[in-house]
């Protein structure tokens, strides 16, 4: 099972997704997350991403 992201890390974590991944990260900031947060969580939940 590859639980590897995209990138090359290790883990496909949503905190990594979020804030460290160089392929998929939001390209705004955690302000603009929390005014955007429906938008953001949509963008989220888009990706193919495993939450826990
Ligand atoms: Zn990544």
């Known amino acids: ?10 883990s496909r974590t949503t905190s990594h997704t979020v804030n460290e991944c160089s392929l998929r990260a939001f390209t705004g900031s955690v302000h603009d997350i929390h005014q955007a947060r429906e938008e953001a969580v949509k963008w989220i ?4 991403v495993v939450t826990l």
């Open 1 to 10: 099972m590859d639980e590897s992201c995209d990138c090359g890390h290790e």
């Open 45 to 48: 939940e888009e990706l193919d």
